[in-house]
């Protein structure tokens, strides 16, 4: 049997984290992206848009991560779409960290007292000029900080795609412990990991959450 | 011809009838204050002068042009309708000059050197020339009103509607704003003023146009309908107010 040190260990975590890390930007980037687009439909205020949208919504969040991996993973599989393990976790960790981020971006839009809307209409301003010049700059400044809060949630939902395969850094924790059978150490690592990725996230966020708080 | 032509216009909420077949016009140079009580309608009278709401039947032009509620529309009649909020909706994460200057850059396309230059006029007129990189939180609410009211003249509009303008300040702070308005009735300036000002409305005031359940119940010249009202709606309306 090989004998893994220390150093070892944590060298081979470190560089499963790089795939954790890589994960997450994608799902976050993903995210993002579908994120916009679904806020802009829903400001649209088509109600058949509004209505998917919600729907859309009620069912990310409504269902467990790990039951989305799993569909995506080998349902598409299944109707005959063959899709890698990274593939299908970024598939997934996309749609679920879209549907939060349209709902928590909602509430930041909604909060905006609807005298600004009037406001930019009777100026002239275009539906696309007032969300481009009014709403969404005082938006994106109330949404900064829920955003990267919510971030740590992707980080901590990557785990789940060791499940279907991919190996990032709680896979490659749950192999080496199988090699090493020193399962208090090896965890004790991939947690310290963990809380170094996200920690630095949400300490972000609750900065954020207080500088705007104040600025108010 | 008179610059705002309002012809039968009837506006319902739901199954609320609020403007019952409302006619008034208004000549170019006018200063006309609505008054009347609580839900007569005022504030959705002037909101339908300026595509904020739709109304069911009947007609208003401004300037010749049709009021209507979609955007194309509303965006040609913001240059020469402006508007004022009870609640300013100044935009808080901009200056007070780029508050002034978004829709003249924008909207009419002026460059940005000839947006700061109105923008700078409107300021002095209304006696802040020295706020212009102040935001609006930094402002006294009629600080802020009277950005507002620079704001709306930087489009160089027709008419002026005013909601009430004055009823979130302090008392102390009014006679600031006042002053404004009185001095752009001066100059000419077309204004439709819903207002609780009896004083301003009496003595600033070309008409009065008391509206009443959604119809204008009485109107006329503005120092003869408070001193000589005709209906017993208004005399009780006028005592109770003044
Ligand atoms: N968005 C709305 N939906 C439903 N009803 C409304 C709406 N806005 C106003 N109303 C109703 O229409 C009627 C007229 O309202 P309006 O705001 O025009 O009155 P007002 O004369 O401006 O009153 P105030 O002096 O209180 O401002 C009221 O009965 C009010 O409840
Ligand atoms: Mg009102």
Request: aromatic content about 8%; some cysteine; hydrophobic content about 45%.
């Given at each position: 049997?090989?004998?893994?040190?220390?150093?070892?260990?944590?060298?081979?975590?470190?560089?499963?984290?790089?795939w954790?890390?890589?994960?997450?930007?994608?799902?976050?980037?993903?995210g993002?992206s579908?994120a916009?687009?679904?806020?802009?439909?829903?400001?649209?205020?088509?109600?058949?848009l509004?209505?998917?949208?919600?729907?859309?919504?009620?069912?990310?969040?409504?269902?467990?991560?790990?039951?989305?991996?799993?569909?995506c993973?080998f349902g598409?599989?299944?109707?005959?779409?063959n899709?890698?393990?990274?593939?299908?976790?970024?598939?997934?960790?996309?749609?679920?960290?879209?549907?939060?981020?349209?709902?928590?971006?909602?509430g930041?839009?909604?909060?905006?007292?609807?005298?600004?809307?009037?406001?930019?209409?009777?100026?002239?301003?275009?539906?696309?000029?007032?969300?481009?010049?009014?709403?969404l700059?005082?938006?994106?400044?109330?949404?900064?900080?829920?955003?990267?809060?919510?971030?740590?949630?992707?980080?901590k939902?990557?785990?789940?795609?060791s499940?279907?395969?991919?190996?990032?850094?709680?896979?490659?924790?749950?192999?080496?412990?199988?090699?090493?059978?020193?399962?208090?150490?090896?965890?004790?690592?991939?947690?310290?990991i963990?809380?170094?990725?996200?920690?630095?996230?949400?300490?972000?966020s609750?900065?954020l959450?207080?500088?705007?708080?104040?600025?108010? | 011809?008179?610059?705002?032509?309002?012809?039968?216009?009837?506006?319902?909420?739901?199954?609320?009838h609020?403007l019952?077949?409302?006619?008034?016009?208004?000549?170019?140079?006018?200063?006309?204050?609505?008054?009347?009580r609580?839900?007569?309608g005022?504030?959705?009278?002037?909101?339908c002068?300026?595509g904020?709401?739709?109304?069911?039947?009947?007609?208003?032009?401004?300037?010749?042009?049709?009021?209507?509620?979609?955007?194309?529309?509303v965006?040609?009649?913001?240059?020469?309708?402006?508007?004022?909020?009870?609640?300013?909706?100044?935009?808080?994460h901009?200056?007070?000059?780029?508050?002034?200057?978004?829709?003249?850059?924008?909207?009419?396309?002026?460059?940005?050197?000839?947006?700061?230059?109105?923008?700078?006029?409107?300021?002095e007129?209304?006696?802040?020339?020295?706020?212009?990189?102040?935001?609006?939180?930094?402002?006294?609410?009629?600080?802020?009103?009277?950005?507002?009211?620079?704001?709306?003249?930087?489009?160089?509009?027709?008419?002026?509607?005013?909601?009430?303008?004055?009823?979130?300040?302090?008392?102390?702070?009014?006679?600031?704003?006042?002053?404004?308005?009185?001095q752009?009735?001066?100059?000419?300036?077309?204004?439709?003023?819903?207002?609780?000002?009896?004083?301003f409305?009496?003595?600033?005031?070309?008409?009065?146009?008391?509206?009443?359940?959604?119809?204008?119940?009485?109107?006329?010249p503005?120092k003869?309908?408070?001193?000589?009202?005709?209906?017993?709606?208004?005399?009780?309306?006028?005592?109770?107010?003044?």
């Amino acid at each position: 049997m090989i004998e893994f040190s220390n150093y070892d260990i944590i060298r081979n975590l470190l560089i499963a984290t790089q795939w954790t890390v890589l994960l997450s930007l994608a799902a976050f980037v993903g995210g993002i992206s579908v994120a916009l687009c679904l806020t802009a439909a829903r400001l649209t205020k088509n109600p058949v848009l509004t209505g998917l949208i919600k729907f859309y919504v009620e069912v990310f969040q409504g269902t467990p991560l790990l039951m989305q991996m799993f569909l995506c993973f080998f349902g598409l599989s299944l109707v005959g779409l063959n899709i890698s393990a990274w593939n299908a976790a970024v598939l997934s960790l996309t749609l679920f960290t879209s549907a939060f981020l349209v709902e928590i971006w909602r509430g930041c839009i909604d909060t905006l007292p609807k005298g600004q809307w009037e406001a930019s209409r009777c100026l002239g301003l275009s539906f696309l000029q007032t969300l481009r010049y009014v709403v969404l700059p005082q938006a994106f400044k109330v949404a900064l900080a829920p955003s990267i809060g919510f971030s740590v949630q992707v980080v901590k939902g990557t785990a789940l795609a060791s499940v279907i395969g991919f190996v990032e850094l709680t896979k490659a924790g749950t192999m080496l412990n199988n090699a090493t059978f020193e399962p208090f150490k090896v965890f004790a690592f991939v947690a310290l990991i963990y809380f170094a990725l996200c920690y630095p996230l949400s300490l972000t966020s609750k900065i954020l959450e207080k500088k705007f708080n104040v600025s108010r | 011809m008179s610059l705002v032509n309002i012809h039968e216009v009837h506006k319902y909420y739901g199954d609320l009838h609020v403007l019952k077949g409302i006619n008034l016009n208004i000549k170019a140079g006018e200063v006309i204050s609505i008054i009347g009580r609580s839900g007569s309608g005022k504030s959705t009278l002037l909101r339908c002068m300026n595509g904020l709401e739709k109304y069911q039947k009947g007609g208003i032009t401004v300037d010749g042009k049709e009021v209507t509620t979609e955007e194309i529309q509303v965006r040609i009649l913001a240059r020469s309708v402006g508007m004022i909020f009870q609640s300013f909706n100044l935009f808080p994460h901009l200056t007070v000059g780029e508050n002034i200057m978004l829709a003249p850059t924008i909207v009419l396309k002026k460059s940005k050197q000839e947006a700061q230059e109105t923008a700078k006029a409107m300021l002095e007129k209304v006696g802040l020339a020295d706020k212009f990189d102040s935001f609006p939180e930094k402002l006294s609410g009629g600080q802020q009103q009277r950005v507002a009211i620079a704001r709306a003249l930087a489009m160089n509009p027709k008419v002026l509607l005013c909601d009430e303008i004055t009823s979130a300040l302090d008392p102390e702070l009014v006679g600031d704003v006042l002053k404004v308005l009185e001095q752009l009735a001066k100059e000419g300036m077309t204004l439709v003023l819903v207002t609780h000002e009896m004083n301003f409305a009496r003595d600033v005031g070309d008409r009065v146009v008391f509206m009443h359940q959604g119809k204008v119940w009485e109107e006329g010249p503005a120092k003869e309908v408070f001193a000589n009202p005709q209906t017993d709606e208004l005399k009780n309306f006028v005592n109770s107010v003044l």
